[in-house]
């Protein structure tokens, strides 16, 4: 007799929080109690009177165990909303990164041409380096990573996901 067993996806959760002291530790604390992973985090405030903050989430997690970090997300106070943006279907995702090159003769030259090809835009340039910002989607940085490591890659920097969903819905 087989067992299925449920497999781990990634989800991209949206948490709607009141911007006071300590509520990402909660949230984080939550997930460590429970030995959930958070691939990628980010916060920011989306209310002029900066009251309100977005916590952007990227774990992955069966079903069952998906279902219950959303319901533990929503009994802590300070959260008004928890919305599963890869559940409820098509999203915009997006992650910025700031990589530095050695760029000296010819691979100062092939830098150049891969960063043309992938959009990234020179923000400093010395004789002997780059730093490009690149942004798009987890695929698109990485192979960018990955081309620039053959290059002459010295560091990275990545903001992590951030993500909305598409229509007139909000979160």
Known sequence: MH???????????????????????R?????????????SLTVSEITADKAVSRITIVT????PMLEQIVAQLDRLVPVHKVRDLTAE??????ELALVKVRGVGDH????LRLADVYRAR???????????????GIEKIDKFVELMSEVGLIEVARTGIVAIGRGNETA
Do not use: W
């Not at 949230?27 to 959930?36: C, E, H, K, Q």
């Not at 020179?122 to 798009?136: N, P």
């Open 3 to 25: 067992i299925k067993s449920e497999t781990a996806e990634r989800h991209t959760l949206a948490v709607i929080v009141d911007n006071e002291p300590g509520i990402l530790a």
């Open 27 to 39: 949230i984080a604390g939550l997930f460590t109690a429970r030995g959930y992973n958070i691939e």
């Open 60 to 63: 992955s997690a069966s079903k």
């Open 89 to 94: 279907g098509p999203h915009v995702e997006r």
């Open 108 to 111: 100062r030259i092939e830098a």
């Open 122 to 136: 020179v923000v400093d340039a010395t004789t002997s380096s780059f730093v490009f910002e690149v942004t798009g």
